[in-house]
Nanobody, 124 residues
């Protein structure tokens, strides 16, 4: 099982930017085959998928973040990133990454385990 470690969260003012990183624990060959997703869980709400990137680099975004967030991956570093711009208070959440060989698993977020996530707080 591949484990992922998220980092890069913090406190940012409205309109600001952050770049989140997610590093995989397993081999590059396994990571390369994975569809990866960034998720977030706002306080008191369910976790939701905000962006995903396929093994070939295709991307998909939730409507709420389109045009503001960009997901990317660096297979050599076994990492996936989430560039977040024009942040607003509604983006405050714990952000998680996860991945699977099957993109449907990433779509529905049906994972047996999750990392600790990284807290993003947007506030003035």
């Amino acid at each position: 099982q591949v484990q992922f470690v998220e980092s890069g969260g913090g406190l940012v003012q409205p309109g600001g930017s952050l770049r989140l990183s997610c590093a995989a624990s397993r081999s590059r060959s396994i990571f390369e085959a994975y569809t990866m997703g960034w998720y977030r869980q706002p306080p008191g709400k369910q976790r939701e998928l905000v962006a995903r990137i396929g093994s070939g680099g295709s991307t998909n975004y939730a409507d709420s973040v389109k045009g503001r967030f960009t997901i990317s991956r660096d297979n050599a570093k076994k990492s996936v990133y989430l560039q977040m711009n024009s942040l607003g208070p509604e983006d405050t959440a714990v952000y998680y990454c996860n991945g699977a060989l099957n993109f449907r698993t990433v779509e529905i977020g049906n994972f047996a385990s999750w990392g600790q996530g990284t807290q993003v707080t947007v506030s003035s």
